[in-house]
């Protein structure tokens, strides 16, 4: 019983071993510990300034590196870019030199008929490096009626017009659904409103009643063509009706004045050489025309070796002239 009552206070002492109060040392104030507290914070406070600046300058640093590496990208694009764009001018170049050399050179069937090799070549007789005396004693000839066969087109708005096709006369020039006797009247009336407007033209009179009345004819030949011959997709139809298409045109281009005085040069046009035909040209700012007619197509490669060998005389083979 009393070894009993010595183990209690013993257990007691022994438990209370760990229940200490707060020790405050020297200069453990209330006043002290605050500024300790304040001091801490102050810490605390720097080191957040410090951190947030080494995280300011980590973006920066960052954001530099990502302005260059997109320069980078967008400077080594640009140089790709630049690089294929040079090569595809290159290729441009070269596939269109090589054009310009079949055309000038070695044309084909449609360089011939669509008037581009006659161009080309007429491009190298305007050459102002060429003297007009190299012409007056390098003649080649060239007959006085090829002029009215020939279709122009004016080079600065390329309009069309052929005093041939301007002037189909005689029953032979007509589309064949136009050559029934029954557009007889009608034939003749466009015939009669032509002359009276090509009279005018030629002495650069022209008026607009005149045109009219040539628009007029036109548009009863292309009445009478629908009630005479039924609209389909028969050759005979359509060919009529692009001849009627033509003839409209060819009533509103005598409106320009241009292509005016240019008819009135071709009704007194007595020209027998290359040149003569190249001077007109150049006068009234003429081009070649696609050739559409059979007699124009027929024409073309006899026009086109006719211009070739009065380039030849006049600047030599074209192997000799650096192309």
Known sequence: MSRTCLAIPLLIALLATG????????????????????????????????NTAQANSINTDTFIRWNEYIWNVAKN????NAEHRAAMIARHAEAYAKIRERILEHPEER???NGDSLNAVLDKLM???????????????????????????????NEKFSMSRLSPKGKGKWPVAFQDDQFTAERRGYERALDEALEQAIEGKIQLETIKKLEDAVEILANKLDKVVTPSNERHYMEAKKRVAEL??????????????ALAEIDKYAGTT????????????????????????TLYPELYTALLQQREKVTGPLQDQGK
């Open 19 to 50: 229940a200490r109060g707060q020790f405050i040392g020297t200069g453990s104030t209330m006043a002290g510990d605050y500024l300790r507290g304040v001091g801490v914070a102050g810490w605390g406070m720097g080191l957040y300034n410090l």
């Open 77 to 80: 694009e640009n140089k790709e």
């Open 111 to 113: 360089d011939m008929l």
């Open 127 to 157: 050459d102002p490096r060429i003297s007009e005396s190299s012409f007056r004693y390098a003649k080649v000839p060239l007959s006085v009626d090829v002029i009215r066969k020939i279709p122009f087109k004016l080079a600065e708005k």
């Open 248 to 261: 409209r045109s060819s009533a509103r281009l005598l409106q320009t004045h241009q292509i005016e005085r």
């Open 274 to 297: 290359v040149n003569d035909l190249r001077l007109f040209m150049q006068r009234h700012g003429l081009r070649f025309a696609v050739a559409e007619t059979p007699d124009e197509r």
